[in-house]
């Protein structure tokens, strides 16, 4: 693996991590309105709000980024950490960038207490699950979802 930082998004990072958000959103082939984009940074920024950010760089790049959520539990009096979105460019994927990313998210939480650190992973994405089962044990649960426009 390259040598590569991960740090917390600051204020002025926003030009370095929009273009991997845009790969995240071509990679799953959705289209988040700019709007949406715009409160979800200000919200990694809020120290209100229980989300976070972090990006990985290396080589004056930056390659990776990955947002986690805090919330409560009722099988846990630890916060579970959700690691919502885990996304690593193109050029620098199969480096061991997207395990540090996750190993990151791992030490936020131990260090904030939480119970447990959960993912979700599309079936698809076959290369992700590799690492994925390496690092984690794979529940048996299913989701489920209804989507409100």
Not at 130 to 149: H, M, N, P
């Amino acid at each position: 693996m390259q040598s590569v930082e991960i740090k917390a998004i600051e204020n002025y990072d926003f030009n370095l991590w929009l273009p991997l958000w845009k790969g995240y959103q071509r990679f799953y082939e959705v289209d988040i309105p700019e709007s949406v984009t715009l409160r979800t940074w200000a919200r990694f920024l809020d120290p209100a709000e229980p989300l976070h950010a972090a990006l990985a760089m290396g080589g004056g790049k930056t390659l990776g980024l990955v947002h986690s959520i805090y919330h409560r539990s009722t099988w846990a009096t630890g916060d579970h950490c959700y690691l919502q979105d885990l996304f690593v460019a193109d050029k620098a994927r199969g480096s061991g960038i997207g395990r540090a990313l996750i190993e990151h998210v791992y030490a936020d939480a131990k260090r904030r207490g939480a119970s447990c650190v959960h993912w979700l992973a599309h079936e698809s994405n076959h290369n992700a699950m590799q690492l994925y089962d390496r690092i984690a044990d794979r529940s048996e649960f299913i989701q489920y979802r209804k989507l409100f426009a």
